[in-house]
């Protein structure tokens, strides 16, 4: 699960609409907030654990980013 950095009570989620190699979008169902990461490896260890977490769902599922 990864927490909200703004409201501290919501959850983010991957925007896999707008996923792929080098731009990473999450979003927030409490408050709304949006964090979108250009190079996400750049932006330190949070968005790197997440970019390569999804790479590896969309191994495991077969498809790709």
Request: glycine letters at 6%; a positive charge.
């Amino acid at each position: 699960m990864i927490k909200c950095l703004k409201c501290n009570k919501g959850r983010m989620f991957v925007d896999r609409v707008f996923l792929s190699y080098n731009h990473l979008e999450l979003y927030c169902l409490a408050c709304g907030k949006r964090e979108m990461y250009q190079n996400p490896e750049r932006h330190g260890k949070r968005a790197a654990w997440i970019m390569n977490s999804e790479k590896i769902r969309a191994k495991r599922l077969g498809s790709t980013i």
